[in-house]
Each structure stands twice: as structure tokens, then as C-alpha cells.
Nanobody
Framework: QVQLVESGGGLVQPGGSLRLSCATS????????MSWYRQATGKQRELVAT???????NYPDSVKGRFTISRDNAKKTVYLQMSSLKPEDTAVYYC???????????WGQGTQVTVSS
């Protein structure tokens, strides 16, 4: 059974930084595109960052320049470095693994990030 386990969430003041990690048990991790999503209370889940199998990255304007996604294929882990955090970044952050051009995908259980003074 494939598992994705997020960690690194917590409470941080505005302007602060956090690094999220997502450790996976995906056997062929290098073949999966990895993404981070977030869902704030009462809002739809939204894409935060994606890194392809070739390590190309993509971000929405809301986090571009503040968030950085990276992957370590040897450790089967994806990271999200978040800086200059704002209260509106408060949400549960989810890790996603998707096999390109298929419907195969897996989700983690989420980790809470709260940005507040």
C-alpha cells in the first residue's frame, strides 16, 4: 500500500519560514510528478506547487517567489520550502503523487500550517 506522509507543519509568525516534507513509499518515485496542494477552511483545495519527473517546477502567482518545491528521488521525498509566509497561507497542506498521463495518483493525510502573530 502506497503511503505519503507529510511533516513539518506548525504555527509560524507572518514573514516566517517553514519547510514541509513528504516521505513516500512509492516504489518508482522518480516516475511520478509530485505536487503540493492546500485547503483552507471553507475553501476549495488549490494547487501550490508541482515538480515534474524532469524536475521542472510550476507555481501559481499567489506563491511564486516565496515557495520552492524540490525532490530527492533517492529518499523518495518531496519538499516545500515556504518563506515570507502570510496569514492567507494558513491551510492544510497535502502531498500528491501522480503518474503522468494516467489516473494513478496518491494523497497524503495533510499537515496543518498556521500563519499568525
Amino acid at each position: 500500500q502506497v503511503q505519503l506522509v507529510e511533516s513539518g507543519g506548525g504555527l509560524v509568525q507572518p514573514g516566517g519560514s517553514l519547510r514541509l516534507s513528504c516521505a513516500t513509499s512509492v516504489v518508482t518515485f522518480a516516475n511520478y510528478a509530485m505536487s503540493w496542494y492546500r485547503q483552507a477552511t471553507g475553501k476549495q483545495r488549490e494547487l501550490v506547487a508541482t515538480i515534474t519527473t524532469n524536475s521542472n517546477t510550476n507555481y501559481p502567482d499567489s506563491v511564486k517567489g516565496r515557495f520552492t518545491i524540490s525532490r530527492d528521488n533517492a529518499k523518495k521525498t518531496v519538499y516545500l520550502q515556504m518563506s515570507s509566509l502570510k496569514p492567507e497561507d494558513t491551510a492544510v497542506y497535502y502531498c500528491n503523487a501522480k503518474f503522468p498521463r494516467t489516473t494513478i495518483e496518491y494523497w497524503g493525510q495533510g499537515t496543518q500550517v498556521t500563519v499568525s502573530s
